[in-house]
């Protein structure tokens, strides 16, 4: 990932998923991006989550990945934050 390799992906309080990331937000997700959150992210997501995770992941090299910038998908979001 730009900027340095993704941290963690961990469970909310609430049961939702979180990709913590280290590094600057990149303006697009190359393939490799994707490919390394992926394989971080199959390491607590089931099979559908991570499906759904991906289908989020291409609608955000589509439409750009910027703070603030929301998807859903099949009842599930996924929000770019940058702290």
């Known amino acids: 990932m730009h900027g340095g390799p993704a941290t963690a992906v961990v469970r909310g309080p609430d049961g939702e998923s979180v990709v913590l990331l280290s590094g600057d937000l990149p303006e697009v997700l190359t393939d490799r991006a994707v490919r390394e959150l992926l394989d971080l992210a199959a390491a607590i997501l089931d099979t559908g989550e991570l499906?759904?995770?991906h289908t989020c992941l291409d609608a955000l090299r589509r439409n750009g990945?910027?703070?603030?910038?929301?998807?859903e998908i099949d009842g599930a979001v996924l929000t770019v934050y940058e702290g």
């Open 51 to 53: 499906a759904l995770f």
């Open 65 to 71: 990945m910027r703070a603030g910038r929301s998807i």
